[in-house]
Structures are given as structure tokens and as C-alpha cells.
């Protein structure tokens, strides 16, 4: 794990996909997405014409520093404080951001999730950047009524994310 570098260049070969905070449903993810872009260049007739890099960036996402972690979990991540991954956003160097969930609620009232991640979504919304929230079929809160957060944890409206995605099976 390393701390990214803002003045690094970008080229139309890297799809870069930036996260906050720490899921394990993200990790899932990208590991998936890289087996299956690694089958692609493979059997491409044109491998010039796929994108040769995925690059994933973590927000440092404090408190707490779970990006950090997060850039630590997965092979060639970087990791950038929160006022350096939001300058990227908004000058748009990141294609993509990927949140996971800590709960997501009754018929689709919000999301439950880090501190931070309304603002992020709100950037992102603001940036032209899309913004999915993943997380596992366990992380759906049946009840009416939310759960008690704690001070680290926020609700997030729906509205503010491009997709909510969670498996059926």
C-alpha cells in the first residue's frame, strides 16, 4: 500500500475507480472485475483497444483511516488524504466511485454508512461522476424502524447514489 501522488498523469488506458471507508463487498469486486478484464486482454484480437489498467484510489477516510486499510487489502492500491481525493474528483482524474454499506434500509429509505460518504455523494453527483453503493443481501434491514448509529455512521438518501446494488441470491 502506498500513498498516491496527486501530480500523477492519466491516460485513456487506466479506468480509475475511487472508494471511501473500508468493504469487503468492494474488495469482492475488484478482485472479480480484474480476473474477468485480464480474461478479456487475453482473448482480445485488439488488445490496444481494452483498457490496459484498472487503478483504484482510497480516500483515507477519516476518522478512523479505513481507506488506508482498504489500499492495504487490495494489490497496487494507493491511498490519498480526503481533501486530495476530492480535489481528483472534482477535477475529474476519477472515472468511477464504488462505496460498500454498512445497512441498507427498509424499502429503500437509505443507506447506512460512514461519515463522510453523503458529502462524497454529493460531490460526485455535482462532479458528473458515478457513484454505486454495494453491499451484501446480509446488510438489509428489515425493520421499520433504523438502526441506532453511532457518531461514525450516517444516513444516506438513495437519491444521491447512481445505483444501489445488492445480489438477489
Known amino acids: 500500500m502506498k500513498q498516491r ?22 474488495k469482492f469486486i475488484i478482485e472479480q472485475f480484474t480476473k474477468k478484464l485480464l480474461e478479456i486482454k487475453k482473448y482480445s484480437t485488439d488488445p490496444s483497444k481494452t ?4 487503478q483504484i484510489i482510497c480516500s483515507q477516510s477519516t476518522p478512523g483511516d479505513e481507506g488506508k ?38 424499502e429503500g429509505r437509505g443507506v447506512i454508512n460512514k461519515v ?17 453503493c454495494c453491499a451484501d443481501m446480509w446488510k438489509l434491514w428489515d425493520d421499520i424502524h433504523p438502526p441506532p448509529l453511532e457518531d461514525i ?4 438518501p438513495v437519491d444521491l447514489f447512481d445505483r444501489v446494488l445488492v445480489p438477489t441470491d
Open 116 to 132: 463522510g460518504t453523503a458529502g462524497l455523494a454529493s460531490m460526485c453527483k455535482k462532479s458528473d461522476v458515478p457513484i454505486i
Open 51 to 54: 483498457a490496459s489498467k484498472i
Open 5 to 26: 501522488q496527486t501530480e500523477n498523469t492519466y491516460t485513456s488506458k487506466v479506468f480509475v475507480v475511487g472508494t471511501f471507508s473500508r468493504s469487503s463487498t468492494f
Open 153 to 156: 455512521f450516517e444516513s444516506i
Open 69 to 106: 486499510l482498504m489500499a492495504a487489502d487490495i494489490p497496487d492500491a494507493s491511498w490519498l488524504s480526503d481533501d486530495d481525493f476530492a480535489h481528483e474528483l472534482r477535477n475529474g482524474h476519477i472515472n468511477i466511485v464504488i462505496v460498500g454499506a454498512d445497512c441498507i434500509l427498509h
